[in-house]
Structures are given as structure tokens and as C-alpha cells.
């Protein structure tokens, strides 16, 4: 069975990961968007499924944190169904120019500091 973003979000708001855009009552901003845009927040929950393109969700965080929300997000969490460490590679550094603090939660996995 293939796992969308849809249901990840789904399975995430159901096990109270987020609730109303926050995680612990700490406002959190998300990709995909899951209603509409709030403001800029310290945290971005990045929600990768097996039919997305790993590198658009990754392209997606790098603008949101160096463009939308420069300055204001720093820490990166990728809730990840699948993970390509070749790609990760080739845009970590972008990353570390932010200086943004990025999180790795496998789906089903215990969650590992990646930068």
C-alpha cells in the first residue's frame, strides 16, 4: 500500500504529531501546506510520502527558510517515508548557509539530528 502525503499528514494529525499547525502547542508552518498560510514560525515540518519528488520537498524547505521565511525558521523537520541521501547531499549545504538545525523522522523510525 503506498503511503501519500495526504494520509502521512492524515496519520500525523490523528497521533497528535500536529494539531492546528502546532506540534505541543508550539506553532509549527508545514509542507504541503495543510490549510492556509500563517506566519513565519521557528519550525518547519516537512512531510515527504513515496510518490513525492524528494527533491521538490527538499527545494520547497531550502525556499521557505531562505526566501518566504529568512531569518525566522531554524529548525527543519522531514517526516520521511523515503529518503535519498544522494539528493541530500547535493543541497545540505544550502542548509548549513541558513544555519537551520534539520531533523530526520523516518516514518516508523526513531529521529536522528542530520545537520
Known amino acids: 500500500m503506498s503511503l501519500t502525503v495526504q494520509k502521512l499528514l ?9 494539531r492546528q499547525e502546532s506540534i505541543s502547542g508550539i506553532p509549527i508552518n508545514v509542507i504541503p501546506p495543510t490549510g492556509k498560510l500563517g506566519p513565519c514560525t521557528d519550525i518547519l515540518l516537512v512531510f515527504i510520502g513515496e510518490a513525492d519528488s524528494f527533491e521538490l520537498r527538499v527545494l520547497e524547505a531550502i525556499k521557505h527558510c531562505g526566501v518566504l521565511c529568512r531569518g525566522k525558521t531554524r529548525y527543519v523537520i522531514f517526516y520521511a517515508l523515503k529518503w535519498d541521501d544522494v ?3 547535493k543541497h545540505e549545504q544550502s ?12 516514518f516508523g523510525r526513531p529521529t536522528t539530528r542530520i545537520l
Open 10 to 18: 492524515s496519520n500525523a494529525i490523528k497521533s497528535d504529531i500536529i
Open 87 to 89: 539528493m541530500w547531499k
Open 95 to 106: 542548509f548549513k548557509m541558513i544555519n537551520a538545525v534539520v531533523v530526520l523522522k523516518p
